[in-house]
């Protein structure tokens, strides 16, 4: 045997690997589910790649999973006939996690006090590694199929692995676990019925036959001497033979979604989307779908209960698995689920489809393209018919991504706008429908007003908002970073236009314009004064009992979305926008007193950069000079207090 090499996991694996081992974990039967899926993803890749080269399958043409317990020495063995590892394929596949989550893991981990639930560890995608709860010791053996090498791959869970070449007859891979002594009251997973069991409740959908070797007694007799036929547990004929050892399938291996809805129980359905997804919680909705006619295909598609970790991250793969008359063709098929329904998992078999059908041709293919559009068409139903209660569950995990439909999926543009949910200076923290906010519209209001910003909290105290308060007009507060696209995008909504509380004038009252001219001289001074800053000075028709305010022309980028460009390095263009003045208030009024007086009064300029940092402030943003702005409200204050 060659020569081992030892390595050390990467350290967000060691300590993933610690906090799964030392914790309590609360249902430890999972890890021969993913132990099986994994194995069945093997075969699924070995399934498609030998559509363009049978050389792979070689004399073995069969597919299966074995699963092999030794009861005398505690090991538990499973083995598949995929497509095996390579040396690198082992170290990329089990010695690192794809992505990084260890630090939210860890917060999480403490939130459950200390208990890794099953949905915690689907949510990180660590699956693999709860085999080391019932583990002491994990062995891989892999031999890629193709190659003539094959490895050995070997690790206690204790900070190393090692790996080393070695012998396989057969292409595929075993995963040994020597399993650790669970004491008197603990499970014991090489037992027959408990592996039947684990198979039979999480993996009986699994395409391909899970086996298990089982031994016979003698066929028994009748009194004619003629055999007796033996059932196993689920009522199944056992295969006819001498007495010894036979193999025996423990899974139905029915694809679930060809079977009629009625008789699909929904710990069935619910099972399968843990197998498809490796998320350990039930699904929120989910969609069974069989066209028949032109064109033919079954969908089974799910909307998960909360989102997983890697879902922001936008380099993720997402899409549905596709198969050909039961046939698996591709994983994560982007073509058949537009990137704003992301979220959506699911399994799309249509019988249609060549099997070696390439993802060039998939892409131009007109049958995915109509299963793309009926597909989204259902799932935008599906939301927009479920209760209140759940689609505000749906909405606060998703509805930020559903958002991006409005800016990519025209042709559904309307639809998706029904479905959108915003917080209002009215609704007391609740979420309203675009459909609610017209029928909460004033008699005398003609336009759909909005507000962009971080917080809800923020914005409903703008200054941008005091004269539309007074009008009681009712202001969307948005605060997800799609919607800037989505107010570009719909430009109205049930012929109502959209206005931003923040752009241009509201055209609410006139501008009176002799208390304009006798201020015209202070304008043009803070307008020089800030024109590093500021691009104009105008009076205001939007403020009440402010002194100031940010806006900006109809066509200029929103704050916030300029604040988002800005965190991410990105140059967001000329970052001036217009300080809008209330002509009415107290402050305007003695500062242009002051101003008329002695325009060399240093106190005016003082006063000026105030109120520019006081309007920046007012919409959640940070003033270039915090010091000083304190000092000067520390000034102001002093003078009234005397």
Known sequence: MAKKSTYKFKTEVQQILNLIINSLYSNQEVFLREIISNASDAIDRLRFKAQTDASLLRDDPEFKIKVT????????????NGIGMTREELVTNVGTIAHSGT??????????????????IGQFGVGFYSAFMVAE???????AAGSETAHLWQSRGDGAYSIQETEKISRGTDIILKLKDQGDDGEDYTDELRIRSIVKKHSDFISYPICMDVEKTEPVKDEEGKDVEILDKDGKKMPKTEKGVVEETLNSMKAIWTRPKDEVSDEEYNEFYKHLTHDFADPMERLHIKLEGAMEYYALLYI?????????????????????KRVFIMHECEDLMPEYLRFVKGVVDSSDLDLNVSREILQQNQIVKNIQKNLVLKILDLLGNMDKEKYETFYENFGATLKEGVHTDWSNKEKIADLLRYKTTKSDGKMISLEEYIKNMKPDQKEIYYLIGEKASTLMNSPALEQLKEKEYEVLLMTDFADEWVVQSLPEYKQKKFRSAEKGDLDFEKIDEDKKESLANLFEHIKKLLEEKVKDVKPSTRLKDSVACLAGDSYDMGSYMEKILKATGQDSGSSKRILEINMGHPVVEKLNAMFGENQ?????????????????????????DPGNFSKMVGHMMAGSLE
């Open 137 to 143: 010791e994990i062995t891989i053996l892999s031999k």
């Open 69 to 80: 317990a030794d009861k005398k020495r505690h090991i538990l063995q499973v083995s598949d």
């Open 304 to 324: 998960p209960s909360k989102p997983p970790f890697s879902f922001l991250n936008r380099e993720k793969k997402h899409g549905i698995e596709l198969y050909s």
């Open 103 to 120: 630090e939210e893991f860890v917060k999480a981990l403490e939130k459950s006090k200390g208990v890794a639930t099953p949905e915690l």
């Open 600 to 624: 060399e009064d240093q106190r005016i300029d003082d006063y000026i950069r105030l109120i520019y940092d006081m309007a920046v402030i007012s919409e959640g943003g940070k003033i270039d």
